[in-house]
């Protein structure tokens, strides 16, 4: 049997140390989800479901494109760095070892949902069974950097994001007028079919070790660009998207509820996306919007997935429209999203704010 080099065994010991002090420091962070929340991982995968050409990024620190759906930064960056933390790498990233490691990872891929069969169409995605299937992959190789005690104790301290759901409604039941889905369920039982299939993976998560999981509900799906464009009602957002997003997300925060009523303390938290997005959908110039209408990108063209491609036609103030394409908030929006997960009454986050949550933590 080979014993460990003693080189190995000093860094390994030098990276049990450094995490001990970044555990002073900032809080380990983990995403999972789709494109709301993913920071580049599709860029490793062979799928149409990727934002790694301009003019995505174009306010990026870097100013060049990384795989995020936005201008800029995304919700899991604007979290990060609020809770003191380095936006954390994209789970297929070369860069995520070591240390980089230990801080977290994004598991996130484009075109992903809660069903298996969602977002077919971009065939080569991570969707969420193998995002879990990641994430104990993820601990084995942090187990075999800082031990088994450590791991543990990293995965248990950790603040989990994740964000899946719409894609079920806009890239599967809506998807064609008449889809598979839309022909086996009516809307109420596809919902309910759904929170039972959210159920199961929030409590894989929690057996995996997660102890802090926020979990979004679903946006106003119909007042995207991309839907007002194609199934607007009177000129409003889409009806039935709507009605959708009306059942779905009460179901959602109800199911949460019970995981922790059973469970026995608060592990999850409901994001109410929805109320967030429509604040600024609803009243725009209030929040320094000229339109939640129509998208940064105008009028396109956009590719046959609603994303910007180079030769949109791009706003020159990105800071003015909610949406950057026809179905991303712009990174203001996000901002501002983000802002009422940190500081927002239960009527945003129940039962109790991020904020709310890093002082409990800080104290445990």
């Known amino acids: 049997m080979a014993t460990p080099s003693i080189a190995g ?42 934002a790694d050409s301009p003019p995505y ?15 800029g930064l995304n919700i899991p960056d ?64 942090a187990r075999a950097l800082i031990g088994v005690d450590q791991t543990e104790r990293l995965v248990k301290g950790a603040l989990v994001l994740i964000t899946v759901g719409g894609n079920d409604f806009v890239n599967n039941y809506y998807l064609l007028p008449y889809s598979a889905r839309s022909r086996q369920l009516s809307l109420p039982k596809y919902v309910g079919y759904l929170i039972l299939e959210y159920r199961k993976i929030l409590m894989k998560l929690y057996k995996l070790g997660a102890r802090r999981v926020l979990v979004t509900g679903t ?7 991309a839907e007002l464009a194609m199934r607007g009602t009177n000129g409003g957002c889409s009806a039935e998207l709507q009605r959708a997003a009306s059942l779905y997300n009460p179901q959602l925060v109800g199911m949460i509820k019970g995981l922790n009523k059973k469970i026995g303390k608060t592990v999850f938290v409901a994001a109410n996306t ?3 997005h429509l604040d600024f959908i609803s009243d725009p110039q209030a929040y320094g919007f000229t339109t939640s209408k129509i998208a940064c990108c105008g009028q396109g063209p956009y590719n046959g997935l609603g994303l910007c ?6 706003c020159p103030n990105r800071n003015l429209y909610a949406f950057w394409d026809a179905f991303h908030p712009s990174e203001k929006a996000n901002r501002l999203i983000v802002e009422k997960m940190f500081s927002g009454t239960t009527k945003y986050m129940d039962p109790m704010n991020l904020s709310t949550i890093m002082t409990l933590d800080a104290r445990a």
């Open 9 to 50: 065994v000093i860094f390994s010991l030098v990276l049990a140390l450094s995490y001990g002090a970044l555990q002073a420091e900032a809080r380990v962070f983990f995403v999972f989800g789709d494109s709301l929340v993913d920071s580049g991982n599709n860029n490793y995968l062979a799928t149409t479901a990727r």
């Open 57 to 71: 990024g174009i306010d990026y620190p870097t100013h060049r494109p990384t795989g995020r759906f936005s201008n």
């Open 274 to 276: 929805q109320q967030s």
């Open 219 to 225: 946006g106003p799906m119909g007042c995207a660009p």
């Open 309 to 314: 491609t180079v030769s949109s036609d791009l």
């Open 78 to 141: 604007l979290i990060s760095q609020r809770i003191g933390s380095k936006p954390v790498l994209p789970y297929l990233s070369p860069e995520l070892r070591g240390q980089r490691l230990l801080q977290g990872a994004n598991f996130a891929s484009a075109g992903i949902g809660i069903l298996n069969d969602t977002g077919v169409q971009f065939i080569n995605i991570i969707r969420m069974y193998r995002q879990l299937e990641y994430f104990q992959e993820y601990q084995r190789r």
